[in-house]
Antibody, heavy 117, light 107 residues
Framework: EVQLVESGGGLVKPGGSLRLSCEVSGLRFSSYTMNWVRQAPGKGLEWVSSISSSSTYIYYADSVKGRFTISRDNAKNSLYLQLNSLRAEDTAVYYC??????????WGQGTLVTVSS | EIVLTQSPGTLSLSPGERATLSCRASQSVSSTSLAWYQQKPGQAPRLLIYGSSSRATGIPDRFSGSASGTDFTLTISRLEPEDFAVYYCQQFGSSWTFGQGTKVEIK
């Protein structure tokens, strides 16, 4: 069974930092591009960042460029997202998702990040 | 950045009816680079369609997708009670943007 389990969310003050993790099992993690997608409360989906299988190619949405850093550890089957200089508008559920072909076929259940003073 | 505009914002239909959801791209998007997702409250999105018209594993054949230029369509031939949800399109051409979603609600 394929499982993607996010963790690391929580309440943080504006300007603060968090590190999200996504532990993957049941699939060959090291072979796939992985993504972070977020969803603000009551809003739609927003792609945040992507990292290729060997970390060669990394991309960010303009809204998080320079503040968020994606990384992965293929030996640990884990994906990470370092969130720095957090703003209220970063409040969202953050999902990790696997990219296969031109779609995201496996998703985690999400972890909530709340940025508030 | 390619903007995807979904319409209508909300679709009010009864079980058994046909649902037609639209997704229009602001620039050319390859038909191989467009996907559709379903999301229910409190759940992660679920992949329905990739490559504009290919159903993902386990997706019933009442779901179908098509493409014509910059216009993409998701059709649900006969709505089942479990199909009432929010649907998103996503493109993988330039950056990876989502549409704003269409809510299919029970009339």
């Amino acid at each position: 069974e394929v499982q993607l389990v996010e963790s690391g969310g929580g309440l943080v003050k504006p300007g603060g930092s968090l590190r999200l993790s996504c532990e993957v099992s049941g699939l060959r993690f090291s072979s796939y591009t992985m993504n972070w997608v977020r969803q603000a409360p009551g809003k739609g989906l927003e792609w945040v960042s992507s990292i290729s299988s060997s970390s060669t190619y990394i991309y960010y949405a303009d809204s998080v460029k320079g503040r968020f850093t994606i990384s992965r550890d293929n030996a640990k089957n884990s994906l990470y997202l370092q969130l720095n200089s957090l703003r209220a508008e970063d409040t969202a559920v953050y999902y990790c998702a696997r990219r296969a072909i031109a779609a995201m076929d496996y998703w985690g259940q999400g972890t909530l990040v709340t940025v508030s003073s | 950045e390619i903007v995807l505009t979904q319409s209508p914002g909300t679709l009010s239909l009864s079980p058994g009816e046909r649902a037609t959801l639209s997704c229009r791209a602001s620039q050319s998007v390859s038909s191989t680079s467009l996907a559709w997702y379903q999301q229910k409250p409190g759940q992660a999105p679920r992949l329905l369609i990739y490559g504009s018209s290919s159903r993902a594993t386990g997706i019933p054949d009442r779901f179908s997708g098509s493409a014509s230029g910059t216009d993409f369509t998701l059709t649900i031939s006969r709505l089942e009670p479990e199909d009432f949800a929010v649907y998103y399109c996503q493109q993988f051409g330039s950056s990876w943007t989502f549409g704003q979603g269409t809510k299919v609600e029970i009339k």
